[in-house]
Nanobody
């Protein structure tokens, strides 16, 4: 099972990026998929998650209103559209999958991608 994250990069404050995470080896159509991030010296934190129904996204307070999580079950892919980026959004972003119910703790996710670096300059 592999989760391949991509789309990170360097962007100025106020800009946008779209992250993608493609899963292979199994389907996660009935499981939550999510995004976490980890800034230098900080713990990994929940950003957003989505269940198999695309109408049920969940966000951290810092992501709400600026980020949009979506998924394409046919492609086994989850996306994170990030708008109005701030320097404090700088981190390695990880996609994850696994829980049947919504979980915001990283330990509840069984499968992880390798991470993609997002750097927001001021």
């Amino acid at each position: 099972v592999q989760l391949q994250a991509s789309g990170g990069g360097l962007v100025q404050a106020g800009g946008s990026l779209r992250l993608s995470c493609a899963a292979s080896g199994r389907t996660f159509s009935r499981r939550f998929m999510g995004w976490f991030r980890q800034a230098p010296g900080k713990e990994r934190e929940f950003v957003a998650a989505i269940d198999w129904s695309p109408d049920n996204p969940y966000y951290s307070d810092s992501a709400k209103g600026r980020f949009t999580i979506s998924r394409d079950n046919a492609k086994n892919t989850v996306y994170l559209q990030m708008n109005s980026l701030k320097p404090e959004d700088t981190a390695i972003y990880y996609c994850a999958a696994g829980p049947i119910l919504l979980r915001k703790a990283a330990a509840e996710y069984d499968f992880w991608g390798q991470g993609t670096l997002v750097t927001v300059s001021s």
